[in-house]
């Protein structure tokens, strides 16, 4: 019980500061406005939609700080240490707070997108609600277009009630976005989401290649 206590104030309190921290960024460069965000990206095998409310700075267009809801949806073949477990269902849905910014219409186009969300996944024979840290990275191509890569840990130390057989989920990703103007980003990634077990073996819950849009209205 007091674990679970420990855990639940440790993420309200990373929540609380995140929102500060948004509010604070916010607050320093003058002038912000409320704004919308809506993600989706699709693939053979996933599927993903993310909705968030907060806040842009003026004079960073196409930026977002805020709460957000997202769910990822995949039906893939799952493997363990390279045995199929056939085809299965896994889903995670995550709720939190999401900042980021893609300065991807300059002549050096980069950016960050940072995520802190408590989620829940749930597949065949296996499930877990805890909090999730998530980070991609961009960096310049050319003039509108960036490559990214990143990751998405889901810990055991960081789960209200976990499977006490698997250290982390993690969830990588890297890809190209190209942003045609502000608040508008177009990209194609390939996605990998896996497991890994107190023995270091590999649970693979599905992978695959990915086309999204990305919106900041």
């Keep these: 019980m007091m674990t679970f206590q420990r855990k639940t104030r440790m993420f309200v309190g990373a929540l609380a500061l995140s929102v500060t921290a948004t509010g604070w960024s916010a ?12 993600e989706y990206q ?12 907060g806040v842009q700075p ?6 977002f700080g805020g709460i957000f809801y997202s769910k990822m949806t995949l039906n893939d073949e799952q493997s363990f240490e390279g045995t199929s477990l056939g085809e299965r ?21 980069y950016g960050a997108d940072m ?16 909090v999730e840290i998530g980070a991609n990275f961009y960096g310049p191509l050319a003039g509108r277009l960036t490559w990214f890569c990143g ?26 976005d190209y942003r045609p103007i502000p608040g508008v980003g177009l990209f194609a990634k390939y996605y990998y989401e896996n497991m890994l077990t107190d023995d270091l ?3 693979n819950l599905g992978s695959g290649a990915l086309i999204g849009l990305n919106l900041v209205l």
């Design 201 to 203: 073996d590999s649970w």
């Design 42 to 53: 699709t693939g053979s095998d996933i599927d993903f939609w993310s909705v968030g409310l």
């Design 151 to 176: 990751a998405t840990l889901r810990p055991e130390f960081l789960s209200f009630d976990w499977n006490s057989d698997v250290i982390t989920e993690i969830g990588v990703n890297v890809g190209v």
């Design 58 to 63: 003026n004079d960073q267009p196409g930026s």
């Design 89 to 109: 269902e896994t889903t995670i849905d995550s709720f939190g707070v999401r900042g980021f910014s893609v300065s991807g219409t300059g002549d050096s186009p």
């Design 115 to 130: 995520r802190i969300a408590l989620s829940e996944t749930k597949t065949q024979g296996y499930s877990r609600t805890g």
């Design 27 to 38: 607050e320093r460069r003058v002038e912000s406005e409320t704004t919308f965000m809506a």
